[in-house]
């Protein structure tokens, strides 16, 4: 009885490490985000992140496509300046997975178990950050995060970088809670 209550527990478990991009958010409570219908690319700062052409023309198409659905136009007199950066980074996790019976102990894990797995699961994790800055006082006022598994795979890699991007600005402009 005890195993079929664990394997559901472990399935739960299974799909929650698997969950997609974390989102933190920060900003300046001071600044009133109504007046920021327009926005430009701060050139310079996205020049400087090292990741390939092609994956910085994903993300910078995926957030002219969030961004137009939340009503900004890209302008050359912009009132909001977007930087991002990157950073990745190797993880590895190792698990094992063993069952059976133990002197004095009963079903479960103890130190006498028979048969068993042991795997080591190999990936990398990327973290995106989302710069707002307003245009004309040079001042950093949002900024978002996302976290979560990167994929290597050409045809993933537009879904990848999109839903990191559409979680990441989901949260802009922020909710003021008075």
Same mark, same amino acid.
């Given at each position: ?5 664990? #394997? ?10 698997? &969950? ?30 090292? #990741? &390939? ?17 939340? /009503?900004?136009?890209? &302008? ?25 019976? /133990?002197?004095?102990? /009963?079903? /479960? ?9 042991? &795997? ?12 707002? #800055? ?45």
């Amino acid at each position: 009885m005890k195993t079929q209550q664990f #394997i559901p527990f472990l399935l739960l478990f299974v799909l929650a490490s698997c &969950s997609s991009v974390r989102v933190n958010t920060d900003y300046d409570k001071n600044v009133s985000f109504d007046g920021y219908k327009t926005y430009a690319y701060h050139k310079s700062g996205i020049d400087k992140v090292e #990741i &390939s052409d092609l994956d910085k023309k994903r993300i910078l198409r995926s957030i002219d496509e969030v961004m137009a659905a939340k /009503g900004l136009t890209k &302008s050359e007199t912009p009132d909001l300046l977007i930087n991002f950066f990157t950073k990745e980074r190797e993880q590895v996790d190792i698990n094992q997975f063993n069952m059976g019976w /133990g002197y004095g102990w /009963g079903w /479960g894990w103890n130190p006498w178990m028979w048969g068993g797995n042991t &795997s080591v699961n190999r990936y990398t994790e990327g973290t995106l950050t989302i710069d707002f #800055i307003d245009a004309k006082k040079k001042e950093l006022i949002w900024q978002g995060q996302g976290e979560g598994v990167l994929t290597k795979r050409m045809e993933k890699k537009d879904e990848n970088i999109k839903e990191f991007v559409t979680r990441i600005l989901e949260q802009y402009p922020p909710t003021v809670k008075k």
